[in-house]
């Protein structure tokens, strides 16, 4: 038994905000943020109208629609995210309440920018040993309301994005689609990007210090994740095309993680990829986290980048650290 993506959808605030819109309130400039980032523009949640849980929904749905089948055929629910609505319970509940499929397993991956791989992995596993056939896979962030939107946050609130986008795996006994997964973590490095508060292991949770130090911000420490990043990706992509005996000329079409389009372009010249077998959408989105893959997988979807048999290529390195890559067979 293998697995098989089946559907892709995505959903972005209607809200755009512009690098032109960041200057207003950071000292930064557009060609800065163009230069060092490659962003032009992101979408920043609306509260009235975006949850997590509603981004991952409207993804979702798109996606049923795309693979031909009903909401009740999803037998269990992988969510990635490191924003979720509530402190708890994970945003998973509430996309399976919001699908109207109560009873069915809602699990919660907090990966990070490696969540939708980790998320995928975990989905193609249990395909694999005839637990599920049909499994919906999303990652869905909101990061905007944790950026500290002044100027002391610019490191951060010029990449950070809010979006979601999902999958749908079923199983096949015929031509396997996801290929090969892999996974890893280093938590040497788990204050190098991270949110502290508000944390469980403080006498108080909440409390006015949190506020004044801004520790329930996203901290970043971008050189470092940066030079880490370009190394590890490439490693595991390495590893996915050794362990099924392909080589770079075999991918069809990279999609990294959206982290930095400079990042992107490292690993592409790594890898010897010309710009037609690479997609990046980091200009129109930011960085959305576990959303990004998803998403732009499901641009390049709706662009006709990814054809039946294509051999679609998928890495992320963040949070955590944690880094991971897939071999799809489209
Ligand atoms: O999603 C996965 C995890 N995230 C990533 O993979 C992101 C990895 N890191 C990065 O993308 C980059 O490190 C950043 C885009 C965050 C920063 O770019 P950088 O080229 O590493 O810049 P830097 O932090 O070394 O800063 C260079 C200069 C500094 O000024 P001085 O000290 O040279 O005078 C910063 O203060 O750029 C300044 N700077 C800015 N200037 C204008 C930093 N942020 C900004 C900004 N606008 N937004």
Not at 191 to 200: A, I, N, T
Request: charged share 20%.
């Amino acid at each position: 038994m293998y697995s098989k993506i089946i559907g892709v959808g995505h959903y972005v605030p209607e809200n755009v905000v512009t690098n032109h819109d960041l200057m207003k309130f950071v000292d930064t400039s557009d060609e800065w943020i163009q230069e060092r980032t490659g962003i032009k523009e992101r979408r920043w949640f609306n509260p009235e109208k975006d949850t997590v849980a509603n981004m991952a929904t409207r993804a979702t749905q798109l996606a049923l629609t795309r693979a031909g089948i009903a909401a009740n055929q999803i037998e269990l629910i992988v969510f990635a995210t490191i924003t979720p609505d509530y402190f708890f319970p994970g945003s998973g509940v509430l996309l399976q309440r919001e699908l109207g499929l109560a009873g069915i397993p809602a699990l919660d991956i907090r990966n990070a920018c490696s969540g939708f791989i980790y998320g995928l992995s975990t989905a193609d596993a249990y395909i694999r040993a005839g637990i599920h056939k049909t499994v919906l896979v999303v990652g869905a962030e909101i990061q905007s309301s944790a950026l500290d939107k002044t100027t002391a946050g610019r490191s951060t609130n010029v990449i950070f994005a809010d979006g979601a986008g999902a999958a749908i795996l079923q199983a096949t006994d015929k031509e396997p689609g996801v290929l090969t997964t892999h996974l890893h973590a280093d938590g040497n490095y788990a204050e190098e990007l991270y949110v502290k508060d508000p944390g469980s292991s403080r006498k108080i949770r909440l409390s006015k210090d949190i506020v004044e130090n801004d520790s329930f911000k996203v901290y970043m420490n971008g050189n470092g994740v940066f030079k880490h990043a370009v190394v590890r990706f490439e490693e595991v992509i390495n590893e996915a095309l050794a362990a099924t005996g392909k080589s770079t000329e075999d991918i069809d079409l990279f999609i990294p993680h959206q982290a930095n389009l400079r990042i992107s372009q490292f690993v592409q010249r790594k890898l010897n990829l010309p710009d037609s077998k690479v997609f990046n959408n980091i200009m129109h989105y930011g960085n959305t986290t576990a959303a990004s893959i998803p998403i732009a997988m499901s641009e390049a979807w709706e662009q006709g980048k990814l054809n039946p048999g294509d051999l679609l290529c998928i890495a992320a390195f963040g949070s955590g650290y944690t880094w991971a890559s897939a071999l799809i067979n489209w």
